[in-house]
T-cell receptor, first 112, second 114 residues
Framework: GENVEQHPSTLSVQEGDSAVIKCTYS??????FPWYKQELGKRPQLIID?????GEKKDQRIAVTLNKTAKHFSLHITETQPEDSAVYFC???????????FGRGTQLTVWP | DAGVTQSPTHLIKTRGQQVTLRCSPK?????VSWYQQALGQGPQFIFQ???????QRGNFPDRFSGHQFPNYSSELNVNALLLGDSALYLC?????????????FGEGSRLTVL
């Protein structure tokens, strides 16, 4: 099955700086890569996703890049704010019907 | 428009007991997936239900079972509880056959096994 690895496990940045979280996957058949944000005690919420036919996608301060050849994808958050502090999970899926395979998460802390 | 709702939100059981967790999908969704999230870990896929049948299953023992009803709601049952079953159980709904099949998660049921 698919194996998703995520780094780093913790990340601390100063408000206004950029944050980058990286994930790798093992199954070349995976074609959908969502990112979820989970605040303490809350549900995981989709913040951005990308499909394998696209190399980059941006939504305001958040962007995701995908390198299919190297089988890795990254989340970029610019101009970070304290409210960006949360656990971020990457995930991969092989088909529309398929399960999501999650990384272990990155605890992002943004210091004011 | 109600999102995914789960009940109960918290519960405490003892080893060997049985538990039933419930989930109502987002309006218009027909597919329900269950995930187990241990403390400090990413969610792990348990199984997925569509058209009242288990369509996919993750690497969980058959102590974990489920059901989907005609109104698309779902239950997760866990028998013979172990300490290691303590976790947040997340239900996620989606619409099969449409676009990305984006998952919408509920707030979860936090199970503590003593």
């Amino acid at each position: 099955g698919e194996n998703v690895e995520q780094h780093p496990s913790t990340l601390s940045v100063q408000e206004g700086d950029s944050a980058v979280i990286k994930c790798t996957y093992s199954d070349s058949a995976s074609n959908y890569f969502p990112w979820y944000k989970q605040e303490l005690g809350k549900r995981p919420q989709l913040i951005i996703d990308i499909r394998s036919n696209v190399g980059e996608k941006k939504d305001q301060r958040i962007a995701v890049t995908l390198n299919k050849t190297a089988k890795h994808f990254s989340l970029h958050i610019t101009e970070t704010q304290p409210e960006d502090s949360a656990v971020y999970f990457c995930a991969a899926r092989g088909s529309t019907l398929g399960r999501l395979y999650f990384g272990r998460g990155t605890q992002l802390t943004v210091w004011p | 428009d109600a999102g995914v709702t789960q009940s109960p939100t918290h519960l405490i059981k003892t080893r060997g007991q049985q538990v039933t967790l419930r989930c109502s999908p987002k309006s218009g969704h027909d597919t329900v997936s269950w995930y187990q999230q241990a403390l400090g870990q990413g969610p792990q896929f348990i199984f997925q239900y569509y058209e009242e049948e288990e369509r996919q299953r993750g690497n969980f023992p058959d102590r974990f079972s489920g059901h989907q009803f005609p109104n698309y709601s779902s239950e997760l049952n866990v028998n013979a509880l172990l300490l290691g079953d303590s976790a947040l159980y997340l239900c996620a709904s989606s619409l099969t056959g449409q676009g990305s099949g984006e998952l919408f998660f509920g707030e979860g049921s936090r199970l503590t096994v003593l």
